[in-house]
C-alpha cells in the first residue's frame, strides 16, 4: 500500500492549497482516510478525516470553517481543500489511512510520505 501526497508549498496568510493524497496497492472500502500535520518541534496532530462509507466528515477545531476534507472514490484519492491560511497552519502535512476515526498518530494503518505547507506572515 502507498500514500503520495501533493499539493504543498508557500502561501500568504488568507491564501488556499488544495492537497491530494492518492492511495495505491489497496480500494480502502470501509476505511477512514484523513490528514494528520506535523510542526517543527510539536507532535503530530489530526487535522481531518472522511469516512468512506458514508462521506461523514471530522475536524480539529482549529481549521473548522477553513478546511474541506473531500474524497474521489473513483481515484482512490482524498483532497484537503485548505482556506484562509494562517501562519500557525504551517506544518508538514501526512495523509494516513486507519480502521476507523481514530485521532491519534499511532492508531493509523498506512501514512503518505508527507508534504511541506509554509503560510507567510
Known amino acids: 500500500v502507498q500514500l503520495q501526497a501533493f499539493g504543498g508549498g508557500l502561501v500568504q496568510t488568507g491564501g488556499s492549497l488544495r492537497l491530494s493524497c492518492a492511495a495505491s496497492?489497496?480500494?480502502?472500502?470501509?476505511?477512514?482516510m484523513g490528514w494528520f500535520r506535523q510542526a517543527p518541534g510539536k507532535e503530530r496532530e489530526f487535522v481531518a478525516a472522511?469516512?468512506?462509507?458514508?462521506?461523514?466528515?471530522y475536524y480539529r477545531d482549529s481549521v473548522k470553517g477553513r478546511f474541506a476534507i473531500s474524497r474521489d472514490n473513483a481515484k482512490n484519492t482524498v483532497y484537503l481543500q485548505m482556506s484562509s491560511l494562517k501562519p500557525e497552519d504551517t506544518a508538514v502535512y501526512y495523509c494516513?489511512?486507519?480502521?476507523?476515526?481514530?485521532?491519534?498518530?499511532?492508531?493509523?494503518?498506512?501514512w503518505g510520505q508527507g508534504t511541506q505547507v509554509t503560510v507567510s506572515s
Open positions: 472522511i469516512r468512506r462509507s458514508n462521506d461523514f466528515t
Open positions: 494516513a489511512v486507519a480502521r476507523g476515526l481514530y485521532y491519534s498518530s499511532s492508531d493509523q494503518l498506512y
Open positions: 496497492g489497496r480500494t480502502f472500502t470501509s476505511h477512514v
